[in-house]
């Protein structure tokens, strides 16, 4: 008989923590339920499969309550040290955002899927397979498990791009593929450059075998963290790699638009962090300059193209969202870079507390704008308070939270707190470059919260009927960004504790 290889096989077999891996989970098994209901419910009943879609989301974010409150627990681990999937703090603050944003699209979703004819199957399990990756992605500690969470993230949301039958949407998702595509060959070329300088997959022990690797291998393994930061660059849409925005969310579902604007955004941007913070900590001084010059391009771009939107372009209010999204993610990338001169994790705070407040204001402005619905043109909300007030007050809520300006306080707060990471840091250049161009995005937040209430130039129709799922997603949006304003200290306080 031939030996076994290890003297004690038995111990190779570990149990999985189910409660540690249950919240995307949850949304998997409720994609295959939707996938599988599908196909045995009549037409006319279809519009059950968006209830069961929020209602498996709502069981996700239940199962984050135990996490939150007992202490980090980690499952598929090596015998040699280290785990693939760890639920920290830092992983179940992006759960949050990536689930509670997927809900929000959910109720965004069930009027857009009726209104346009979507195939609703086919539209709710890709939405919950995307939401499964992304929920993944920040509990990840290895790049294979990375990689995978970041394309299945990723892949469902070329298809959802492109359920739309209009013409626009086809092309919108090829686009998004293409470059999609590329970025991802890039970012695996540089991981297997990484594997093999520093050895391993899993993130600690990659920062471990950087530190000791020999000289010769050195150029190998900076080309790989370049190269590995170039897919995740794309997927957060910084500057050079957001060319791919704008005609997205113009040919995507608007609710597609802003799941992709919010959770498509936390996906990139949770892997940035873990492979800069965790996996590339010896190249810290390094991948802190190069993701600070990220930041101030990303923010000057996104913002100069935003102000030029004019107010009679076809779907300018979409495409000015797509360039603020852009401005903002140059906010984001802020506290990244500081973390790389200040040889801590702890700006990442900044970084997850401001995600939080962006997404949950971000998905109510597209809530507004798939409301107000025609050719989507700026001039479309002059005058809205006349014809429906509590869109018009919520709307200029969420653009005074996005600009920073009172009674938008949390919005205000968010961005002091990412100020403050790159002062603390010593990039002060970098907090001038933020400062004007938080300046800059003023104009033409203020000019679209203006023509809310100008007068206007058409006879005042009554208002059409607002569906309840709609009406839903814009008052929890809304709730919630008022008691944030009121107690900042409820989502602020991320900052001042341990994420990893």
């Known amino acids: 008989m031939t030996p076994l290889a290890v003297a004690d096989p038995g111990g190779l077999i570990q149990s999985v923590d189910w409660v540690a891996v249950a919240p995307p989970l949850i949304a998997a098994l409720a994609a295959l339920a939707v996938l599988v209901t ?35 627990r980690s499952t598929f681990c090596f015998t040699s040290g280290g785990c693939s999937y760890t639920a920290d703090h830092f ?104 594997y093999a300088a520093a050895g391993t997959i899993q993130l600690q022990g990659i920062a471990d075998g950087l530190a000791h690797a020999p000289g010769q291998l050195k150029p190998l393994a900076e080309a790989g963290a370049v190269l590995t930061l170039v897919g995740f660059a794309f997927k957060t849409a910084a500057v050079p790699f957001h060319f791919w925005v704008p005609d997205t969310y113009v040919g995507a579902p608007l609710p597609v638009a802003g799941y992709l604007s919010v959770v498509g955004k936390a ?10 913070t965790l996996a590339f900590r010896p190249y810290g001084h390094t991948w802190g300059l190069v993701l600070a010059v990220l930041a101030a391009l990303t923010m000057t771009v996104g913002n100069a193209a935003a102000l030029r939107q004019r107010a009679d372009t076809p779907y300018g209010s979409v495409r000015l969202l797509a360039w603020s999204s852009v401005g903002q993610a140059g906010y984001l990338l802020v506290p990244l870079a500081a973390a790389g001169y200040a040889d801590s994790a702890e700006p990442l705070g900044a970084t997850v507390a401001y995600a939080l407040i962006y997404g949950l204001v971000n998905l109510g402005a597209f809530g507004v704008v798939a409301l107000v619905g025609g050719s989507g043109r700026l001039e479309s909300f002059r005058g809205l308070a006349e014809r429906n007030r509590w869109a018009a007050f919520a709307m200029a809520f969420f653009l005074l939270c996005l600009a920073g300006l009172p009674p938008g306080v949390v919005g205000l707060f968010g961005k002091v707190v990412v100020f403050r990471s790159a002062v603390d840091a010593g990039l002060g250049w970098l907090a001038v ?18 023509l809310l209430f100008a007068p206007s130039t058409e006879q005042v129709v009554a208002p059409r009927r607002v569906p309840a799922s709609l009406a839903t997603a814009l008052g929890l949006a809304a709730s919630a ?9 409820l989502v602020l306080q991320v900052v001042s504790g341990s994420l990893f």
């Open 38 to 72: 599908d196909l045995f419910l009549p037409p006319a009943r279809k519009r059950l499969l968006g209830w069961l879609s929020a209602a498996g989301l709502l069981a996700a974010l239940a199962m984050l309550l135990p996490l939150v409150l007992g202490d980090t």
């Open 91 to 194: 992983a179940l603050a992006f759960q949050l955002l990536v689930l509670g944003g997927a809900l929000l699209t959910v109720l965004l979703s069930l009027h857009t899927v009726d209104e346009e004819k979507l195939p609703g199957g086919e539209y709710w399990f890709l939405l919950l397979s995307s939401a499964c990756g992304a929920a993944l992605l920040p509990a990840a500690r290895d790049l294979a498990t990375l990689v995978i969470a970041l394309e299945v993230a990723t892949l469902p949301a070329f298809a959802l791009v492109a359920l739309r039958r209009d013409g626009r949407g086809a092309e919108s998702a090829l686009k998004f593929f293409l470059s999609s595509v590329t970025a991802t060959a890039v970012m695996l070329l540089g991981v297997s450059f990484v």
């Open 267 to 276: 996906a990139g941007l949770s892997g940035l962090a873990l492979v800069t």
């Open 433 to 450: 470059v933020m400062a004007v161009n938080v300046v800059i995005a003023l104009a033409y937040y203020l000019k679209w919260t203006a």
């Open 481 to 489: 960004a008022v008691v944030l304003s009121v107690a900042p200290q």
